[in-house]
């Protein structure tokens, strides 16, 4: 990964890359400091699909660490740039297929976020204004996701291997600094000649929403996915070589994204029975099979009258204490887009935290 890292952005500066397992307590999937990242044990899965939140925090090696956003209204410097970076070296030591998922996940992701800020379209600006605002509110993948196809868009507009030197230039550059939106566009047009011309940098960096020009992956993976989530709705359970390849990424997206909730109790213990999924050494397949499952059954579970409140009848409450928490947990991480398993490919929290997201410092 290191010498991937390199590749694309030149020597790295910092002399160790040690990685430090922190408690369950870590409230964040992986943390960018210097010399010692920290990470979620549940990165700790078996297989090497964890490797994906070490890919992205060593890439903060150059972008994040080395060159720094100014101040959070330009936080799109930092995570869009590593987040291209952790595609790429994933790309190399996972294969593209891997990496082409990662980037439908985060499409979709994306998507989600211009739904969930339809109120508050400053929020979907990669140049925005935070004046007076918290930025624990407004934290999303759009800096993310929406930094990472600008900086696709660039790469696509002057081929890849033009577009690495570019890179390594401006890390050179740079490093050390911190820096905001502007100058960076002004160095880009420097050493581009004509790159506005071809790309409506303003569009990209201070308008709402997704260019028309961003680019929507087309992912075999999750596509099969999908088509193996649909057929269990009609009672087929995927064979065992459907799903020979699949490690807890693969898994969670079926279980978490596509399983439908009115399946039956019954389907869904087969499947577990068959593939062990409650045992699971991946802690984050082993929790969505058992929200899945635990969703599933209390649906199922009567409602209890005599339970009255207040401008409710008695047969619209909740019959237990965990009917009413699996349907609000299952709800937030719907309203919140949190059904995707983006959190598995970089610095995210491990665990939902309620209604949003929590993103790394």
Request: hydrophobic share 35%; net charge negative.
């Given at each position: ?36 990242v ?15 939140v ?33 595609r ?50 407004v ?61 409506n ?17 087309v ?9 193996l ?47 062990r ?13 058992s ?30 204490t ?40």
């Open positions: 990964m290191i010498r991937q890292g390199e590749k694309l952005f030149g020597e790295y500066d910092w002399e160790r890359f040690d990685l430090l397992v922190l408690p369950p307590s870590f409230p964040y999937g992986g943390m960018e400091n210097p010399r010692m920290f990470l979620t044990p549940s990165v700790i899965k078996g297989d090497a699909s964890g490797g994906q070490v890919a992205h925090e060593l890439a903060h090696s150059w972008t994040g660490n080395l060159i720094t956003n100014i101040n959070n209204e330009h936080f799109w410097l930092n995570e869009g740039f590593t987040t291209y970076a952790e790429r070296i994933v790309e190399v030591v996972q294969g593209a297929d891997i990496a082409t998922l990662n980037m439908g996940i985060g499409w979709r992701g994306l998507k989600d976020e211009m739904e969930r800020f339809k109120d508050n379209l400053e929020c979907t600006k990669l140049k925005n204004n935070q004046q007076g605002v918290d930025p624990d509110d934290y999303s993948q759009v800096p993310y996701e929406k930094g990472f196809q600008f900086v696709l868009r660039i790469e696509r507009q002057v081929g890849r291997t033009a577009f690495d030197e570019f890179l390594k230039k401006y890390i050179a550059t740079f490093k050390f600094k911190s820096i905001d939106t502007d100058t960076f566009l002004d160095f880009l047009k420097a050493n581009i000649p004509g790159i506005e011309k071809e790309i940098l303003e569009l990209w960096t201070e308008s709402v929403g997704i260019p028309e020009d961003a680019y929507e992956p992912s075999t993976i999750y596509t099969k996915i999908i088509s989530a649909e057929e269990f709705k009609q009672g087929k359970m995927p064979s065992e070589d459907e799903v020979a390849e699949w490690k807890g990424q693969e898994w969670e997206l079926y279980l978490l994204e596509n399983l439908p909730k009115s399946c039956e109790p019954s389907q869904v213990m087969a499947l577990d029975k068959r593939y999924l409650a045992e699971s050494k991946d802690y984050e397949v082993k929790v969505s099979f929200a899945t499952r635990n969703l599933i059954q209390v649906q199922r579970v009567p409602w209890r009258s005599g339970e009255n409140s207040k401008n409710r009848g008695k047969d619209e409450v909740p019959s237990s965990l009917q009413r928490s699996c349907t609000i947990w299952w709800n937030r991480r719907e309203a919140a887009g949190e059904t995707g398993v983006c959190r598995s490919t970089r610095d995210l929290p491990p665990h939902s935290s309620g209604s949003s997201r929590v993103y790394p410092l």
